[in-house]
C-alpha cells in the first residue's frame, strides 16, 4: 500500500498537498465539501486590526500567470477566531492559520491569540507579502529583524507547530532560511509571489490599482523549484526542516517536481481558482477536484515505481 | 504582603489606596481605630502619608508591625536555617513512618483522621517525588499511644480557655492539638524564642502563628480529590469548628509553607514600603520624627489620651459588626501560644454568650466616634465601612454617626475587588441575562461623612419625607418590574441606599429601612420573609414611565401571569395569547372582517392543506403545544398547558378560529368564537414574520418550500458546479456575442445573478512540456450577467399584448428553467476565446452568484443601461413585468471608440462629458460602444416584454438623442416627464455612469440598484480580489465583494 502521510511538527496529514493562503475560504466548503485530497488548508492572513486593503483593480490576468494586490484585505484577528474559525473546524483536514503584520508586537499578539485554539493546528508566519506597505517583506528580506520576529512568536506560541513564509524577492533565499530555522521554526514555506507589474496600453498607467503585484501561477513554478532546492541544499536537509513548498503548481508532475527538490509538502494557489477537471469516463462526465487529481498522480506514480512511502521521494533530485 | 496571615476581612488595597489618594495630601495625618491587619497604615506608609492606627486585638497590631517593619531578609534565611537545622530534625522524628514502595523510612505529611482513628497517611520518601499514601498499619496506629506518655519538653498554652462563642466540644486551646503536635510545636516555638533578634523573631512568631491552625483539630480535608486531600489552608471559618474528618499536618511542613508565604510578603513589604519609621507618641508624628503610630487598646481611651484635638485630616476604617465575627475570642487561639492579654471588656461586639448586647455596641461605637470627630479637623472626611448587609444596624450606625457630628453624604456601594477571586466568581455565577445578580449583592457600603461644627438633627421632615417614599416606591416599582415581581428585599435596599442623598439620609436614619420601605410600597407589593413580591400586578405599573415602558413591558407580562388571582389566571393567559399572535404581526383586523376569498385553481388545490402547516408551524414557533388534526371540526389545535386551547378549522374561504377555555377544575368550557382570518392576510402575515425573523423565518420557509408557496430565497443558496451545455453561440453583431446554455432546473438563477465561467471548453487540450494534458490555458474564469431566463411553455411576447398582467403570468415564475442566454461582447482573451466556443459542447461553470436584484413591487421601474450593461437588467425587465411594473428603458452607447486624448484632437461633446468625469475609462469603453445592430436588437428586446418607454442617447445622434444617458435622464426628471410615485431605478454600466445615475436618485430621493463589475478571480468570496468600497455600518469605509456581497448594491451605500 503507498502511504502518502506527511508530518509537518506536530501536524499529521493524509496527503502532502496544502491550499495555500488567500485562496482557500470558507466558501470553497460549498463547492467541494469532502476535501478529498487535501491535506491541510491555509487560511487566509489574517492581521490583528482589520485592513481594507489595496485600491481595486486588484488582480491582472497574465500570460501564464496571475498579478494579484489584493493587499491583506481581513476582518482582524477576532473576527477571524470568532466567524472564521467555528466553520472551518467542520472540516476535517487540519487548519494552518496565516498571520501577518506590520510590527514584531502585531505578530506576537496575533500568534499568541491563535496558539491556544484546538482548531488551529499550527501558525504560519506570512513575512513575504510583496504588497504592504509595511511590514510584510520586510521581515522576510532583514535576516536580523526575521530572527528577533520567529523567536519572539516562538516564545508567544510554545509547542505550537510554526512556520514561516519566505519571499522570493531577495538575492539568496538561504540566508532568510537559516536564520530562519536558526530562530526555531518548525518548517519552511516557499515561495511567496514574485514582485511583477502590468501595463495598460490605452491610458498609459499600471494595470493594477497598487500598480506594484505579485505575480503567481505557472509562470512561477521553475523559480519555486530553484528556491526549494536551493534550501533543500544549504540548510534544510542539514538541520531536518521540512520544507512547504509551492509555486506554479496546477498537474501532478509539477507537484512531483517540487517534492524531488526537496519539498515535504506541496502547496496549490492559483489553479484553485479552477478546482475542477472534468474527466470523461464510461460512465459519463465526471468532475475530479484538483487535489484529487494531485494525489491520483502521485498514488500512480509512487506505485508503478513501488515505492511505499512518499518521504522516500523527498530531496531525490537534490542529491548529487 | 497582605497575605503573610489570615485575618478576617481584609479590603482590597487598591480600595484603600483609591480612598486615601482622593482624599489626602501628601503628609496628611490618617486615624484607622479598628486597624486589623494593618492596611491603612501600610498603604498610607506607601503613598507618604502618616498613619495613627489602633486595635483592640495585640494579634491585629502586631501583624500590622511585623508587616511594617522592614527586616533583612538574609537575615531571616539564616535565620530559618538555624531553625531547620535544629527542628526539623527531632519533628520529623516524631512523624516517621515506613515507605510502603521502598520499605525504608519515611516522614508523614499530615495523616487523616477520623475523631482520633487514623484513616490514611500521607508521606513523603526519598523514593519518590510525588507525595504518597497509604493504609496506616497497627505501628502508626501505635504511635498515638506512645506520645500520650511521653511529656512535652517545652512551654505551651496549658490553661488557656476557649472564650465563647457557641457551644464547643472543646473547653482548652490546647485540646485543639494533638499531644504530638504540641510536642513538636513547642519545640519550634522554643527554638524562635532563642533567636537574639527581635525583629527577626517577631517576623517568625508571626510564621508560628501561621502554621498553628494547619496543624490542629481545625483543619479540614483540603482538595478535590477527597482521597487524595492536599496541604492548602485551614480555618478560615468563623467559629473553632473541629470537624469529624480533618488532617493531623505535620507541623514542620506547616511551618515551612508559613515561612515561605511571610517571606514572600516581607519581600515585597520591603520594596512597597521605604522610609517606614514607627513611633512612641502623637509628637512624633506631629515633628515628622515618625509616620506611623501603631497602638493596643480601645480606640476611645488611646484617642483621648494619645491625640489633641483637631489634628486628623482623614478617617477611614472598618469598624466590626455585630456578632458575625467574634475577633478577640478568636484571636485568642494565637495569642495563646505568643502570651498575649485580652482586654475582652471593651471589645466592640455582640455576644449574648458574654451578655453584650446591641446597646453596649451602639455605646461603645457611639464612644469612638465622638472622639474621633474630636480629633478630626472641621469639614473633613470620614469614610466608614459597612458590610453586614443582612444585619439591622445600618439606620443604627447612621444614626450615630449623625450623633457625632458628622453629616453622612453618600452610601457608596462597593463591589469586591478582582483580587477577590472566588467571590468575583461566585458573583459572576450569580448574575441573570441582565447582569443584575439573582440573590441580593456582593460587596459592601462605605458610607462617606463630613464633619460638621453642629450635631445632626434627625428630623422628621415631612417633605422631604414624602419625596422620599415617592422615591423608594419609584425605584422598588422599577426593580421590581426588570426582577419579574419578585426580588430579595436585600437588593432593593441596595438600589435605594444608592440613590440617596444626605437630606434622604438623615431622614431614612431613625428607623428600620425594612418598616420604611414597607410603607412606601404598601400599594403595589408586600414583604414576605426577605423577599420582595408584587402583590398584584396593577396597570398603573405599566404606565410607570413612557421611556422605560419597552422595558419593563415584556418582564410584566411574564410577572402578570404568575403573580395574579387564580380566578383571573386563564382570562390572562387567553389574553396573552393574542398578544402574542399581535406581535408577531397578526393584528385583530382580519381577527374580525371577513373578506372575499380568491378563487383561482391552483390556489384552491392545495389551499387547505398548506394553511393547516402556516399555522401548525406558527403555533409551534409561538411556544404553543401545536398539532395538526383530521377532525370535522378542528384542522389545527393549539395548547397552552392546560389553560387555553384554539382550534382553527380551515373552510373553503376563510378559517374559523376557536378559542376554549378551561374552568379551574380543568373541564373544558364552550367554546367561544374569536373570529375568522382570510387565507391571503394570513399567508402575508406569516410570510413578513418569517422574513422579519432570519433564523426562524427561513426554517419556516424551508420547511413550506416543498409545497411551492413562498419564492425561493436564492440570496441563502450557495452556488453549484455545474457543466452546462452550450445550445448556441450567436454573434448577433461585430463584437457581440449571444450565448444560450441548456439549464438544468434545479436552482434557478435569478436577475442581477452571475456565472462564473471557463471561457474555454475540455476538448481542445493543451498540452505541455512533460506531455501531459492541461486542460485549460486560461487562469481565471469570467463572471458573466444571466441576460434571459427561458421559462417552460412559456413566450414573453404575450407581455407586449396585455396592460394588466393576468394571474397566470405571475405564476411563471414558479415554472422550471430550461435555458438561460448570456449576452457579452468581446474584450480580451477570455471572451474571445469564448467566442470561438461551439454549439453542443460543454462549459465548466459555478453558479448562480451572488445576490440578484431585490425584486418589489413597483409601478415604474427606470432601467439605466449603458452599453454591454444592458445585459443583466433585460432578465430583471422581464421579470418585473411578470409583477406588473411599468418599465422606462434609458439605453446609452458611443459608437465610435474611445481614444485616450492626444494632445491636438478634440473629442465630440458626448466623449468629452465621459472622458471629463473619468479619463481613464478602460473597462467603461468595453462598456460603452455598440454598434447599430446592437442598439436595435436591444430595443426589439425590451419592445417584446411591453416597455412603456424606451430612450436611447449616442454620441453622434445616428439613433436616438445626443448626449450622456444620465444627462437626459436627469432632464427628464427635472421636467417631469416621469411617474413620481412609487418608482425604482436600476441600473448597470460604467463606473461614472452608475454614479451619476445614483446621484440623480439621491437629489431625487428614488430608490436606485446598481449592479457593479469588477475583475474576479474565485467568484466565491474567498480571495477578496474583487472588492467595492462601501459606507460601513458605523460609517467608515469598507470593502465589499462583488462576487458574494454584490453584485447588485443599494447605490447609498457604495462610496463612489
Not at chain 1, 496546477?250 to 507537484?255: C, Q
Not at chain 2, 393576468?806 to 477570455?830: A, C, F, M, Q, S
Request: with cysteine; glycine share 6%.
Amino acid at each position: 500500500m503507498v502511504d502518502l502521510e506527511t508530518k509537518i511538527g506536530n501536524l499529521r496529514m493524509r496527503t502532502p498537498l496544502i491550499a495555500v493562503s488567500g485562496i482557500f475560504g470558507r466558501e470553497h466548503l460549498n463547492l467541494f465539501p469532502e476535501l478529498k485530497g487535501v491535506g491541510a488548508v491555509v487560511t487566509k492572513s489574517v492581521t490583528f486590526n482589520p485592513r481594507l486593503g489595496n485600491p481595486e483593480p486588484r488582480i491582472i490576468e497574465t500570460p501564464a500567470g496571475l498579478l494579484n494586490s489584493i493587499g491583506l484585505q481581513n476582518p482582524g484577528i477576532y473576527k477571524y477566531i470568532n466567524d472564521q474559525i467555528p466553520t472551518l473546524r467542520t472540516l476535517e483536514v487540519p487548519i494552518i492559520a496565516s498571520v501577518a503584520g506590520s510590527s514584531v508586537e502585531e505578530y506576537v499578539k496575533c500568534s499568541s491569540l491563535l496558539a491556544p485554539l484546538d482548531e488551529v493546528d499550527a501558525i504560519e508566519l506570512n513575512v513575504s507579502c510583496p504588497n504592504v506597505d509595511k511590514g510584510g517583506m520586510e521581515f522576510g528580506c532583514d535576516p536580523i529583524s526575521l530572527h528577533r520576529l520567529i523567536t519572539k512568536v516562538r516564545h508567544a506560541v510554545g509547542n505550537k507547530t510554526l512556520i514561516v513564509k519566505l519571499t522570493p524577492n531577495i538575492t539568496d533565499i538561504a540566508i532568510p532560511a537559516q536564520v530562519a530555522i536558526d530562530s526555531g521554526v518548525d518548517a519552511i514555506s516557499l515561495i511567496n509571489t514574485l514582485r511583477g507589474m502590468a501595463i495598460d496600453l490605452t491610458t498609459w498607467k499600471p494595470k493594477l490599482g497598487n500598480r506594484i503585484g505579485g505575480l503567481s501561477g505557472r509562470a512561477i513554478h521553475p523559480i519555486a523549484v530553484y528556491m526549494i532546492y536551493r534550501c533543500y541544499t544549504s540548510c534544510c536537509k542539514k538541520n531536518n526542516v521540512p520544507i512547504i513548498g509551492m509555486g506554479g503548481v496546477s498537474s501532478g508532475e509539477e507537484a512531483l517536481e517540487l517534492i524531488l527538490v526537496g519539498a515535504t509538502c506541496v502547496g496549490v494557489g492559483t489553479a484553485m481558482f479552477n478546482p475542477f477537471e472534468v474527466k470523461k469516463s464510461n460512465e459519463g462526465k465526471e468532475k475530479e477536484s484538483i487535489f484529487q487529481k494531485l494525489e491520483q498522480y502521485l498514488l500512480e506514480y509512487m506505485e508503478k515505481r513501488s515505492i511505499k512511502n512518499i518521504s522516500n521521494l523527498i530531496g531525490k533530485a537534490a542529491a548529487r | 504582603m497582605y497575605s503573610m496571615h489570615k485575618y478576617w476581612s481584609k479590603k482590597s488595597p487598591d480600595e484603600i489606596a483609591a480612598y486615601i489618594e482622593r482624599y489626602t495630601n501628601e503628609g496628611d495625618i490618617i486615624l484607622d481605630p479598628f486597624c486589623g491587619s494593618g492596611i491603612v497604615a501600610c498603604e498610607a506608609v506607601r503613598l507618604n502619608r502618616r498613619a495613627f492606627v489602633i486595635d483592640l486585638n495585640p494579634i491585629a497590631t502586631f501583624i500590622t508591625r511585623v508587616t511594617l517593619t522592614p527586616v533583612n531578609l538574609s537575615r531571616l534565611q539564616w535565620a530559618f536555617q538555624d531553625l531547620k537545622s535544629t527542628c526539623e530534625e527531632p519533628v520529623s522524628g516524631l512523624f516517621k513512618t515506613t515507605c510502603n514502595r521502598c520499605g525504608k523510612n519515611a516522614v508523614i505529611e499530615f495523616v487523616v483522621r477520623s475523631g482520633d482513628i487514623p484513616i490514611q497517611i500521607a508521606y513523603s520518601c526519598t523514593c519518590s517525588d510525588i507525595r504518597l499514601f497509604k493504609a496506616p498499619n497497627t505501628k502508626d496506629k501505635d504511635a498515638g499511644q506512645i506520645f500520650k506518655r511521653t511529656k512535652i519538653p517545652y512551654w505551651f498554652p496549658d490553661s488557656t480557655p476557649i472564650p465563647l462563642i457557641q457551644k464547643e466540644r472543646f473547653q482548652y486551646i490546647h485540646e485543639l492539638f494533638t499531644r504530638r503536635n504540641l510536642i513538636a510545636l513547642s519545640t519550634i516555638l522554643n527554638e524562635i524564642e532563642k533567636i537574639d533578634n527581635l525583629k527577626v523573631r517577631d517576623v517568625f512568631k508571626l510564621v508560628f502563628t501561621g502554621a498553628l491552625a494547619q496543624s490542629s483539630r481545625l483543619k479540614p480535608l483540603s482538595g478535590r480529590d477527597r482521597k487524595r486531600p492536599t496541604l492548602s489552608e485551614g480555618w478560615v471559618a468563623v467559629r473553632y469548628y473541629a470537624p469529624k474528618m480533618w488532617q493531623e499536618v505535620n507541623p514542620w511542613f506547616a511551618f515551612e509553607r508559613s515561612f515561605e508565604r511571610v517571606y514572600k510578603g516581607k519581600k515585597e513589604s520591603n520594596d512597597k514600603l521605604k522610609n517606614v519609621a514607627i513611633g512612641a507618641s502623637y509628637e512624633d508624628l506631629s515633628k515628622e520624627k515618625a509616620n506611623v503610630l501603631i497602638f493596643t487598646g480601645s480606640s476611645d481611651t488611646i484617642i483621648k489620651e494619645k491625640l489633641p484635638d483637631q489634628c486628623v485630616d482623614y478617617v477611614l476604617t472598618d469598624p466590626p459588626f455585630g456578632k458575625h465575627i467574634q475577633y478577640l475570642s478568636l484571636s485568642t487561639f494565637w495569642g495563646a501560644w505568643l502570651k498575649f492579654d485580652f482586654n475582652y471588656n471593651k471589645e466592640l461586639v455582640v455576644n449574648p454568650h458574654r451578655s453584650i448586647y446591641i446597646e453596649d455596641y451602639e455605646r461603645l461605637l457611639g464612644d469612638i466616634l465622638k472622639e474621633t470627630r474630636r480629633v478630626i479637623k472641621p469639614h473633613k472626611y470620614l469614610h466608614i465601612y459597612y458590610h453586614d448587609i443582612h444585619g439591622p444596624y445600618l439606620h443604627k450606625m447612621l444614626s450615630l454617626v449623625a450623633e457625632s457630628k458628622f453629616l453622612p453624604e453618600r452610601i457608596i456601594h462597593q463591589p469586591p475587588p478582582n483580587s477577590f477571586g472566588a467571590a468575583i466568581r461566585n458573583l459572576k455565577k450569580e448574575q441573570d441575562q441582565n447582569g443584575k445578580y439573582k440573590r441580593g449583592h456582593y460587596g459592601s457600603y462605605i458610607v462617606r461623612c463630613r464633619a460638621e461644627d453642629e450635631p445632626i438633627t434627625l428630623t422628621k421632615n415631612t417633605s422631604t419625607e414624602k419625596h422620599l417614599s415617592q422615591k423608594i416606591a419609584e425605584i422598588a416599582k422599577e426593580t421590581l418590574a426588570i426582577r419579574k415581581g419578585i426580588m430579595p428585599v436585600g437588593t432593593l435596599l441596595h438600589s435605594i441606599y444608592q440613590k440617596l442623598n444626605s437630606k434622604e439620609i438623615i431622614c431614612f436614619a431613625p428607623y428600620s429601612a425594612e418598616k420604611y420601605v414597607q410603607e412606601a410600597i404598601k400599594n403595589f407589593a408586600f414583604i414576605r420573609g426577605d423577599t420582595l413580591q408584587l402583590t398584584r400586578p396593577s396597570k398603573s405599573l405599566l404606565n410607570l414611565n413612557r421611556i422605560k415602558i419597552e422595558k419593563v413591558r415584556k418582564t410584566l407580562l411574564d410577572a402578570q401571569s404568575l403573580y395574579i388571582n387564580e380566578k383571573e389566571k386563564e382570562h390572562q393567559i387567553y389574553q396573552r395569547v393574542l398578544r402574542r399572535l399581535e406581535g408577531n404581526g397578526i393584528t385583530f383586523d382580519y381577527l374580525v372582517k371577513m373578506k372575499e376569498g380568491i378563487t383561482e385553481p391552483e390556489v384552491q388545490k392545495h389551499r387547505k392543506q398548506r394553511i393547516s402547516h402556516l399555522l401548525f408551524v406558527l403555533g409551534q414557533n409561538l411556544k404553543f403545544i401545536s398539532r395538526m388534526l383530521n377532525g370535522k371540526d378542528t384542522d389545527v389545535l393549539w395548547k397552552y398547558r392546560k389553560k387555553v386551547t384554539i382550534a382553527f378549522r380551515v373552510t373553503d374561504r376563510n378559517v374559523l378560529v376557536k378559542a376554549y377555555q378551561y374552568t379551574p377544575r380543568g373541564a373544558k368550557q364552550s367554546p367561544s368564537e374569536v373570529g375568522i382570518i382570510t387565507d391571503v392576510d394570513l399567508e402575508n402575515a406569516i410570510y413578513k414574520w418569517c422574513i422579519n425573523h432570519p433564523n426562524l423565518g427561513s426554517n419556516i420557509l424551508k420547511y413550506l418550500n416543498p409545497m411551492g408557496y413562498f419564492p425561493s430565497d436564492s440570496n441563502h443558496k450557495a452556488p453549484k458546479h455545474l457543466l452546462l451545455k452550450v445550445l448556441e453561440n450567436e454573434k448577433l453583431c461585430p463584437g457581440h456575442y449571444l450565448l444560450t446554455l441548456q439549464y438544468p432546473g434545479y436552482k434557478e438563477p435569478q436577475p442581477g445573478q452571475f456565472f462564473h465561467l471557463v471561457c474555454d471548453t475540455n476538448e481542445k487540450d493543451i498540452v505541455n512540456d512533460t506531455g501531459t494534458a492541461n486542460n485549460y490555458q486560461l487562469t481565471l474564469r469570467r463572471p458573466f450577467s444571466v441576460h434571459r431566463i427561458y421559462y417552460k411553455n412559456f413566450d414573453r411576447r404575450i407581455l407586449a399584448t396585455r396592460k394588466i398582467i393576468p394571474y397566470e403570468i405571475k405564476n411563471v415564475i414558479k415554472r422550471p428553467i430550461y435555458k438561460i442566454d448570456i449576452l457579452y461582447k468581446v474584450v480580451g482573451t477570455g471572451t474571445k476565446s469564448l467566442s470561438e466556443i461551439r454549439p453542443r459542447t460543454y462549459l465548466d461553470a459555478i453558479g448562480p452568484i451572488g445576490k440578484g436584484f431585490p425584486i418589489e413591487e413597483v409601478e415604474t421601474a427606470i432601467i439605466v443601461a449603458g452599453g454591454i450593461g444592458v445585459a443583466p437588467l433585460v432578465a430583471l425587465a422581464e421579470r418585473l413585468r411578470y409583477l406588473g411594473s411599468d418599465i422606462i428603458l434609458y439605453f446609452g452607447a458611443l459608437k465610435k471608440e474611445i481614444l485616450i486624448p492626444i494632445l491636438g484632437t478634440r473629442p465630440d461633446s458626448a466623449i468629452r462629458g465621459l472622458l471629463r468625469t473619468r479619463p481613464d475609462s478602460t473597462i467603461e469603453d468595453g462598456f460603452m460602444n455598440g454598434s447599430e445592430d446592437f442598439l436595435q436588437s436591444i430595443q426589439k428586446e425590451f419592445k417584446e416584454i411591453g416597455a412603456k418607454k424606451i430612450t436611447v442617447c449616442t454620441d453622434d445622434e445616428s439613433i436616438g438623442k445626443k448626449g450622456l444617458v444620465s444627462e437626459i435622464l436627469e432632464k427628464d426628471i427635472n421636467l417631469d416627464k416621469l411617474p413620481s410615485k412609487n418608482v425604482t431605478i436600476y441600473a448597470c454600466g460604467p463606473a461614472k455612469m452608475l454614479e451619476a445615475v445614483s446621484n440623480i436618485a439621491k437629489d431625487h430621493s428614488i430608490p436606485c440598484y446598481v449592479l457593479l463589475e469588477e475583475r474576479m478571480a474565485c467568484g466565491i468570496g474567498a480571495c477578496f480580489s474583487c472588492t467595492c468600497r462601501v459606507h460601513g455600518k458605523s460609517g467608515e469605509i469598507e470593502r465589499k465583494r462583488v462576487c458574494v456581497d454584490g453584485p447588485v448594491f443599494n447605490s447609498e451605500e457604495i462610496a463612489w
